[in-house]
């Protein structure tokens, strides 16, 4: 059986004033942001989907594991784990929109971990010097190095023995993990869109539009 947790507990507080409803409920057409994730995770054959969240969304066949209080995304997942019912799950972040077969993240899990990597976006025009002359612009290139994209494998075992019961797994698992050999990355060959601002939002429904962005 395929599992994932989505953690979507955010408020969007990044997206007002443009927009004032829970990240996780962002129109994306006819759908939400949340049920356009999960049903991205059940095209791929994905039957135990567990949201990781402190609000309560009306979705059919999923699992709410709602938290009293905020915990990060560490603890977002580790209170997750008891809806977990094989020995490995895949954790995504709903703000992290991709286009590939999330199954062979899960192959790189191997070793007890694995994340998925894809190269951003310079927020900034990149400007080619000569000595002190300007000699062009490079509007806003992929940079040459790979950053998260927000998706994960996790071992059962990787999460009770590192994931913390409040903190998050950005700062206080990955880094452990990594040095002690326990992390592999994919680096992704499709597309990756993530919702931080409202240009990211306005951004991602014209690849929709457009049709470049096909779940």
Partial sequence: MLEAII?????????????????????LGDKTLIQFQVDWLRKHGFQNIILATNQKFDLEDVTLSLEKEKLGTGGAVRNALPYVKGEQVYVMNVDDLVSYDPRRLIEYANIGASILLAKARLGFGLVELKGDMVIGFDEKPKVDFYVSAGHYVFKKRIIEEYFPEVGDLEKSVLPVIAKEGKLRGLKLDGKWYTINTYKDYQKFLEALRNGEFVI
Avoid: F, I, S
């Fill in 7 to 27: 953690l979507c507990g955010g408020q969007a507080w990044r997206l007002k004033p443009d927009t004032w409803v829970p990240k996780p409920l962002l129109k």
